[in-house]
Nanobody, 113 residues
Framework: QVQLLESGGGLVQAGGSLRLSCAASRSIFSFDIMAWYRQAPGKQRDVVATITNYGTTAYADSVKGRFTIARDNADDTVYLQMNNLKPEDTAVYYC???????WGQGTQVTVSS
């Protein structure tokens, strides 16, 4: 079974940038969709960005123009470039792949005002 390992989270000031990485334990080429979700304290887990195997992307309205998702099938890694971060972006960010549906363990992103 494939495992997803996120990295790149941390503490950043508002207006700053972070780049999250999601490394898979095997080839991600067979996954139709890969995505980033986030979950803030006391809130549900919501989708942030998705990318298909063909490179088609989609974003939550709250991050459009600030976040960029990319996948590197050769390196079996998915990235989330986050620019102009806001305090409301604070959450645990999870990597997601389908199918089969697979979740990473999450990485904390904290944005201070």
């Amino acid at each position: 079974q494939v495992q997803l390992l996120e990295s790149g989270g941390g503490l950043v000031q508002a207006g700053g940038s972070l780049r999250l990485s999601c490394a898979a334990s095997r080839s991600i080429f067979s996954f139709d969709i890969m995505a980033w979700y986030r979950q803030a304290p006391g809130k549900q887990r919501d989708v942030v960005a998705t990318i298909t195997n063909y490179g088609t992307t989609a974003y939550a309205d709250s991050v459009k123009g600030r976040f960029t998702i990319a996948r590197d099938n050769a390196d079996d890694t998915v990235y989330l470039q986050m620019n102009n971060l806001k305090p409301e972006d604070t959450a645990v960010y999870y990597c997601y792949a389908a199918y089969p549906i697979t979740w990473g363990q999450g990485t904390q992103v904290t944005v201070s005002s």
